[in-house]
């Protein structure tokens, strides 16, 4: 059965009360920290983890509860801290990282622990906030910086004076690069050490309009951040409205569930077959929302050192728009180093980057020289 027509679809809350706000949360500040608590590492052998529950906001400035899932090397001494923003991707809160680690719908679970390998700690925010908003990317930069600001404030973690590194890809990019691009702003008290993203979805109008409506093997994806932004920003996108009885059916069944799902049920799936009516990209307000999440079109830049990788002939996240991101950092003077790499298929873009960004990160961990590439 469907919800209201109008309304957006928000996921099941998490029946855990560590995750519910408190009633004084508008009185703390963003970073602030409202509990933690020790966990089960589970398969992340070598490892203590904690998890830290904290004040961060949304894309109106309204205050938020988020959560961020720290996974310690055993025996390390003051370890770096890599904030790594991990493929979510999804609507349900079972989907987060501080569900998804550890019941088998985080993906890329093998590679963020490659940071523990090296010696780091490794914090891994639920950076879409609580509504699951997937597609908010600014909301994701804010919850980023903040989850910093909590994991150095929580004295009992021990990572209070450790040197800061934010990294990511896909989604996890997107959320990483507009942490970076944020920081001077928001969080300008925090010291960035290195900030490393890849196949970074720079330009949301772009990649509406290239999915168009036709059939698209991304489409599960697509959908799931049009409902993930409708989420965030329930006035200026209202997208269950524009939505036929089948989209409605496809928004509920969808809801709360993970990227496998939402790629397997949105293969064969288009636009044209859920929607009502094709006049959304015509309204203005929508418009607006997508560039307001589209850091092509985000003013700041970022005073962090930075490296971006890109595939060259990437159709879900395209070239163009992080080229022109990459061009103006660096006229601005963002120490940058900006890797394009000659391929097409968006995930082998991640394996083939990824351990030249690592090292990366290591170099700023050591103050060795900044390199810039642009």
Known sequence: MTTAAADPLYPSPDPDPFFAPPSDLATKAP?????TRRIDTGPYVGTEGWQVAFRSTNSGGRPILAVTTVLLPVGVQNPPLVSYQALINSLGTKCNPSRSLFNG?????????LPIGRGWAISLPDYLGPNVAYGAAKLSGMVTLDSVRAVQRAKEIGLTNSPVAIAGYSGGGMASAWAAALQPTYAPELKLAAVVA?????DLEQMALGLGFEPHPGFGLAFAAAMGLER????????????NNTGLWFRDFTHDECRRFLLFHGALRNADQLAASKSLMDSREARE??????????SGTPTAPMYIWQGIYDSLTPF???KEVADRYCHAGTPLTFVPYDIAEHMTTAVAGFADAWNYVESRFHNDPVPVRC
């Open 105 to 113: 719908e985080l993906q890329d679970g093998v590679g963020a622990m």
């Open 232 to 243: 965030e920003y329930p006035q200026r996108l209202p997208i269950s409205a524009q939505l």
């Open 31 to 35: 970073g602030d920290v409202v509990r």
């Open 320 to 322: 163009d728009s992080v």
């Open 198 to 202: 890849g196949g970074i979805p720079a």
């Open 289 to 298: 929302v997508l560039y307001e999440n589209s850091l092509r079109r985000f």
